[in-house]
T-cell receptor, first 113, second 115 residues
Framework: EDKVVQSPLSLVVHEGDTVTLNCSYEVTNFRSLLWYKQEKKAPTFLFMLTSSGIEKKSGRLSSILDKKELFSILNITATQTGDSAIYLC?????????????FGTGTLLAVQP | KAGVTQTPRYLIKTRGQQVTLSCSPI?????VSWYQQTPGQGLQFLFE???????NKGNFPGRFSGRQFSNSRSEMNVSTLELGDSALYLCASSLRTGGGGDTQYFGPGTRLTVL
C-alpha cells in the first residue's frame, strides 16, 4: 500500500531558528513529490521535486529529494511568525492518467516571536 | 488570473441530509480533483474529473459522487450524511491530466459540519 510519512508531527520554534521537515514515502511508480503550505484553508504550492539531489529554492525555503533513500526534506531558514502553518508533503505516481496525490498527515509548525 | 473558487465556504447539515459542493477551477484548467481533509486522516483523495469524465476514484462509499460540466466546473454530492462526513472538502485544479505531471492548485475549501 502506498504510504507517505511526515515527521515531526508538530514543531515549536522561535523566530530566527532554522527548521527541517521530513517526508518519507513508499509508493510504486513514483513520479514526483510536492510540498504545500496550509495556513488557514487552501494549501498553497511550494515545490515539485522529480529529480534526486537537485535543490529547489524559494527565498528562505529550500527542498531536496533523495530517490534512493525515498525521502525529501524541506528547510526553512531564519523562520518568521508568518511561517506558522501545516506543511504537507504529497506524492504523485506514473500511470492511470490521473493527477491523484497521496498526502502525508502534515507537520504543524508554530513559530513563536 | 483568479484562483480556484469553492462554494459554499461553510455548511451545516444534519444526519441523513444530502449536500452539493461546487468548485470552479482556474481558467483554462481542465482537471479537477476533490479531497477530504480530517484531523485524523489528513487529506484523502475522493475523485478526479477531466473533460467531464471521472478519471480516478478513491476509497469512499458510493454516497460520495461527483460530476464535471463542459466549462470544467465540478460538483460533488454527498447523500445520506453521516457524522463522520464532517470535514474540510478541498478542490484542486490542474491544467490537464495524465500521469501526475501537473501541479495541482487548491481552493479554499468547504467546511462541512454534520450534526
Amino acid at each position: 500500500e502506498d504510504k507517505v510519512v511526515q515527521s515531526p508531527l508538530s514543531l515549536v520554534v522561535h523566530e530566527g531558528d532554522t527548521v527541517t521537515l521530513n517526508c518519507s514515502y513508499e509508493v510504486t511508480n513514483f513520479r514526483s513529490l510536492l510540498w504545500y503550505k496550509q495556513e488557514k484553508k487552501a494549501p498553497t504550492f511550494l515545490f515539485m521535486l522529480t529529480s534526486s539531489g537537485i535543490e529547489k529554492k524559494s527565498g528562505r525555503l529550500s527542498s531536496i529529494l533523495d530517490k534512493k533513500e525515498l525521502f525529501s526534506i524541506l528547510n526553512i531558514t531564519a523562520t518568521q511568525t508568518g511561517d506558522s502553518a501545516i506543511y504537507l508533503c504529497a506524492v504523485s505516481k506514473y500511470g492511470g492518467a490521473t493527477n491523484k496525490l497521496i498526502f502525508g498527515t502534515g507537520t504543524l509548525l508554530a513559530v513563536q516571536p | 488570473k483568479a484562483g480556484v473558487t469553492q462554494t459554499p465556504r461553510y455548511l451545516i447539515k444534519t444526519r441523513g441530509q444530502q449536500v452539493t459542493l461546487s468548485c470552479s477551477p482556474i481558467s483554462g484548467h481542465r482537471s479537477v480533483s476533490w479531497y477530504q481533509q480530517t484531523p485524523g486522516q489528513g487529506l484523502q483523495f475522493l475523485f478526479e474529473y477531466f473533460s467531464e469524465t471521472q478519471r480516478n476514484k478513491g476509497n469512499f462509499p458510493g454516497r460520495f459522487s461527483g460530476r464535471q460540466f463542459s466549462n470544467s466546473r465540478s460538483e460533488m454530492n454527498v447523500s445520506t450524511l453521516e457524522l463522520g462526513d464532517s470535514a474540510l472538502y478541498l478542490c484542486a485544479s490542474s491544467l490537464r491530466t495524465g500521469g501526475g505531471g501537473d501541479t495541482q492548485y487548491f481552493g479554499p475549501g468547504t467546511r462541512l459540519t454534520v450534526l
